[in-house]
C-alpha cells in the first residue's frame, strides 16, 4: 500500500519555484538544455527556467534540443490511434464541455454493443489498430459494466485483414475494483486529465456531478496503479490556467507516482481548448494558450520526462500537429470524431454533438501520406503491450534506448501492413519509398530485424512483430 501525504499537489512550491524563475537567464537556460541532452529528464526548478524563456534564440535553443531528444529516443516513429466515443451522457457541469448534464444543445446518445461493433468495423476498415474508447460521466442501465462490455465488443471484432490490437480507455474515475475489472478486459493505457491541478480553478469549472471532488480525480492514477494497471496517462487541458503552473504541477505528479510506484506515466497528453457547442468558457479561455507557447509545452514536457509519451489529438490543426512532431510528440489521433456514432454518419462531420471542435478533418489515408512525406514512419505496432512490455519492464527497455531494436522493425512491419491493406495507390506509393530508404539508413541488429518483418509482411503475413 503506498503512502498517503495529504497533498501531492502543492501549490506554494510551484509558486516559489515559479517566482524564482520568472525571467529566464541565458546561462541558466543553456545550462538546463546542455542536462536535458542527456535525456535524463529535469528537476521541477530546471523546468521552471524553461518555461521562462522568452527570447526567439534561446526558444529556438530549446526547439532544437528537444528535436534531437526525441530523434535519439523515438527516431522517426509516430504511432497512430483512433478515438471512439461510445457515450456522450454525462452528470457532470465541466464548463468547457458539450457532453455537460444541462447542455441542452446536443442529441444524446450511449451507442448499443451491436452500434460499436459497427463503428469498430469501419475503424479497422480504414486500418486503425488502436482505439481509445472515451465517454461521459453516466452510462446507460448496466452502469460501468456498460464500458467492460464495449471493450470486450472492440476486442471481439474481426473484418478482413484486421481486429483491434489495443484498446486505450478514458473515462472517468473509477474505483480500484472496477479497475481491476477494467484491467481484467485487457486493456492498454488508462488515461485521465486532472484538466487543471489548480484547485481554486478546478471549483470554478467544475460546477456540479461527481467530477467537482478534485481529490478523487487526482488520486486516480493511484488506485489504477494500485489495481495493476501500469500504464496510465495524465494531462492537463491548457486553457484553463496558467500554463506554466500546471507544467509544474504535473512534475509533481510525476514524480509522485514514479515514487510510490517506481514508475511515471506511460504517456501525456496535452489538449488545449477548443470551442464546444453550448460553452462560452471553451470559446473565450480564462488563459488561452498561443501557438507558440503550445509549442514550447510540447518541447519542455520532451526534456522534463523524455521516455514518457506525448499524445497530440485532432484538436490541433494539421500544420500544429506537424510541427510539434519534431518538437517531441511520438503519438497521434488521425480522422477522428467525437460524436457517438460519428464513424458510420460520416455525413454529420459538423454534427454539434461532438465534445469539441477538431483542427484537423482529414482522413487517415491523408494524414498518413502527409506525416509519410515529412519523413516520419506511422506506427500501429501494439507489440509491447502484447508482449507485457508494460509500466516498469518498458521504462526498462526504452531507457537504455534499446527500444529502438523493437520498436523501429515493429513500426516499420506495421506500416507496410497498412499500405498494402488499406491505403491508396499515392499513400502506398509514397510509403513503400520511405520504408526502402529508412531500411537501408538502417544498420546491425535493427535493420535485419525489419528486413527480416517486412519481407513477412509483403509474403501476405499480417501481425508480425519482435
Ligand atoms: N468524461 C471523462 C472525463 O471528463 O474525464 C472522460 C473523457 S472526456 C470525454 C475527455 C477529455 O476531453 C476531458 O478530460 C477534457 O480534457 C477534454 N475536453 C473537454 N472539453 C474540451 C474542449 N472544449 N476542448 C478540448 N478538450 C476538451
Ligand atoms: Fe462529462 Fe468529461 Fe465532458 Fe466533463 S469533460 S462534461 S466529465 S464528458
Given at each position: 500500500m503506498?503512502n498517503?501525504?495529504?497533498n501531492?499537489?502543492n501549490?506554494?512550491?510551484?509558486?516559489?519555484?515559479?517566482?524564482?524563475?520568472?525571467t529566464a537567464?541565458r546561462?541558466?537556460?543553456?545550462e538546463?538544455?546542455?542536462?536535458s541532452?542527456?535525456?535524463k529528464?529535469?528537476?521541477m526548478?530546471?523546468?521552471a527556467?524553461l518555461?521562462?524563456?522568452?527570447d526567439?534564440e534561446?526558444?529556438?535553443?530549446?526547439?532544437?534540443?528537444?528535436?534531437?531528444?526525441?530523434?535519439?529516443?523515438?527516431?522517426k516513429?509516430?504511432?497512430?490511434?483512433?478515438p471512439?466515443?461510445?457515450?456522450?451522457?454525462?452528470s457532470?457541469e465541466?464548463?468547457?464541455c458539450?457532453?455537460?448534464?444541462?447542455n441542452?444543445?446536443?442529441?444524446r446518445?450511449?451507442l448499443?454493443?451491436?452500434?460499436?461493433?459497427?463503428?469498430?468495423?469501419?475503424?479497422i476498415?480504414?486500418?486503425?489498430?488502436?482505439i481509445?474508447?472515451v465517454?461521459?460521466?453516466?452510462?446507460?442501465?448496466?452502469?460501468?459494466?456498460y464500458?467492460?462490455?464495449?471493450v470486450?465488443?472492440?476486442?471481439?471484432?474481426?473484418?478482413?485483414?484486421?481486429e483491434?490490437r489495443?484498446?486505450?480507455v478514458?473515462?472517468?474515475?473509477?474505483?480500484t475494483?472496477?479497475?481491476k475489472?477494467?484491467?481484467?478486459?485487457g486493456?492498454?493505457?488508462?488515461?485521465?486529465?486532472q484538466?487543471?491541478?489548480?484547485?481554486?480553478t478546478?471549483q470554478?469549472?467544475?460546477l456540479?456531478g461527481?467530477?467537482?471532488?478534485y481529490?478523487?480525480?487526482?488520486?486516480?492514477?493511484?488506485?489504477a496503479?494500485e489495481?495493476?494497471?501500469?500504464?496510465?496517462?495524465?494531462?492537463?487541458?491548457?486553457g484553463?490556467f496558467?500554463?506554466r503552473?500546471?507544467?509544474?504541477?504535473?512534475?509533481?505528479?510525476?514524480?509522485?507516482?514514479?515514487?510510490?510506484?517506481?514508475?511515471?506515466?506511460?504517456?501525456?497528453?496535452?489538449?488545449?481548448?477548443?470551442?464546444?457547442?453550448?460553452?462560452d468558457?471553451?470559446?473565450?479561455?480564462?488563459?488561452?494558450?498561443?501557438?507558440?507557447?503550445?509549442?514550447?509545452?510540447v518541447a519542455?514536457?520532451?526534456l522534463a520526462v523524455?521516455?514518457?509519451?506525448?499524445?497530440?489529438?485532432t484538436r490541433?490543426t494539421?500544420?500544429?500537429?506537424?510541427?510539434?512532431?519534431?518538437?517531441?510528440?511520438?503519438?497521434?489521433?488521425?480522422?477522428?470524431?467525437t460524436?457517438?456514432?460519428?464513424?458510420?454518419?460520416?455525413?454529420?462531420?459538423?454534427?454539434?454533438?461532438?465534445?469539441?471542435?477538431?483542427g484537423?478533418?482529414?482522413?487517415?489515408?491523408?494524414?498518413?501520406?502527409?506525416v509519410?512525406?515529412?519523413?516520419y514512419?506511422?506506427?500501429f505496432?501494439?507489440?509491447?503491450?502484447?508482449?507485457?512490455?508494460?509500466?516498469?519492464d518498458?521504462?526498462?527497455?526504452?531507457?537504455?534506448?534499446?527500444?529502438?531494436?523493437?520498436?523501429?522493425?515493429?513500426?516499420?512491419?506495421?506500416?507496410?501492413e497498412?499500405?498494402?491493406?488499406?491505403?491508396?495507390?499515392?499513400?502506398a506509393?509514397?510509403?513503400?519509398?520511405?520504408?526502402k530508404?529508412?531500411?537501408?539508413?538502417?544498420?546491425?541488429?535493427?535493420?535485419?530485424?525489419?528486413?527480416k518483418?517486412?519481407?513477412?509482411?509483403?509474403a501476405g503475413?499480417?501481425?508480425?512483430y519482435c
Amino acid at each position: 500500500m503506498y503512502n498517503v501525504p495529504a497533498n501531492f499537489i502543492n501549490e506554494q512550491q510551484i509558486w516559489d519555484i515559479l517566482n524564482t524563475h520568472k525571467t529566464a537567464d541565458r546561462v541558466q537556460v543553456r545550462e538546463v538544455l546542455a542536462k536535458s541532452a542527456e535525456m535524463k529528464g529535469l528537476e521541477m526548478d530546471e523546468v521552471a527556467v524553461l518555461t521562462g524563456i522568452s527570447d526567439p534564440e534561446l526558444l529556438g535553443e530549446l526547439f532544437h534540443t528537444a528535436n534531437q531528444v526525441k530523434e535519439t529516443i523515438y527516431g522517426k516513429r509516430l504511432v497512430l490511434f483512433a478515438p471512439l466515443y461510445i457515450s456522450n451522457l454525462c452528470s457532470n457541469e465541466c464548463l468547457y464541455c458539450a457532453f455537460r448534464a444541462t447542455n441542452k444543445e446536443i442529441v444524446r446518445n450511449a451507442l448499443t454493443q451491436k452500434q460499436i461493433t459497427r463503428e469498430v468495423e469501419i475503424l479497422i476498415n480504414k486500418g486503425h489498430k488502436r482505439i481509445l474508447l472515451v465517454a461521459g460521466e453516466a452510462y446507460p442501465q448496466q452502469g460501468f459494466q456498460y464500458v467492460l462490455d464495449s471493450v470486450r465488443t472492440i476486442y471481439s471484432v474481426k473484418s478482413d485483414h484486421g481486429e483491434i490490437r489495443r484498446v486505450n480507455v478514458n473515462v472517468a474515475p473509477l474505483t480500484t475494483e472496477e479497475f481491476k475489472m477494467l484491467k481484467a478486459e485487457g486493456i492498454g493505457t488508462y488515461q485521465i486529465f486532472q484538466e487543471t491541478y489548480h484547485r481554486e480553478t478546478y471549483q470554478k469549472v467544475h460546477l456540479g456531478g461527481k467530477k467537482r471532488d478534485y481529490n478523487w480525480r487526482v488520486w486516480s492514477l493511484h488506485r489504477a496503479m494500485e489495481a495493476g494497471i501500469d500504464d496510465v496517462g495524465i494531462g492537463v487541458l491548457f486553457g484553463l490556467f496558467d500554463y506554466r503552473f500546471e507544467i509544474l504541477a504535473m512534475m509533481q505528479h510525476i514524480r509522485e507516482l514514479e515514487n510510490q510506484f517506481g514508475v511515471g506515466p506511460h504517456t501525456i497528453s496535452v489538449p488545449r481548448l477548443e470551442p464546444a457547442t453550448g460553452s462560452d468558457l471553451a470559446t473565450h479561455p480564462p488563459f488561452p494558450v498561443s501557438d507558440i507557447d503550445f509549442r514550447k509545452i510540447v518541447a519542455i514536457l520532451r526534456l522534463a520526462v523524455p521516455y514518457t509519451g506525448i499524445i497530440m489529438s485532432t484538436r490541433e490543426t494539421a500544420q500544429m500537429r506537424r510541427e510539434t512532431f519534431a518538437l517531441g510528440v511520438s503519438q497521434i489521433s488521425a480522422g477522428s470524431r467525437t460524436n457517438p456514432g460519428g464513424y458510420e454518419h460520416e455525413e454529420n462531420q459538423d454534427d454539434p454533438s461532438g465534445q469539441f471542435s477538431l483542427g484537423d478533418h482529414r482522413p487517415l489515408d491523408e494524414v498518413i501520406r502527409d506525416v509519410a512525406k515529412m519523413g516520419y514512419i506511422p506506427s500501429f505496432c501494439t507489440a509491447c503491450y502484447r508482449l507485457g512490455r508494460t509500466g516498469q519492464d518498458f521504462m526498462d527497455l526504452a531507457k537504455p534506448g534499446d527500444i529502438k531494436l523493437h520498436c523501429a522493425p515493429n513500426a516499420l512491419s506495421s506500416f507496410k501492413e497498412y499500405l498494402q491493406n488499406y491505403a491508396s495507390p499515392e499513400t502506398a506509393e509514397v510509403g513503400n519509398r520511405l520504408i526502402k530508404e529508412t531500411i537501408a539508413e538502417m544498420d546491425g541488429l535493427a535493420k535485419q530485424r525489419a528486413q527480416k518483418l517486412v519481407k513477412r509482411v509483403e509474403a501476405g503475413r499480417d501481425d508480425v512483430y519482435c
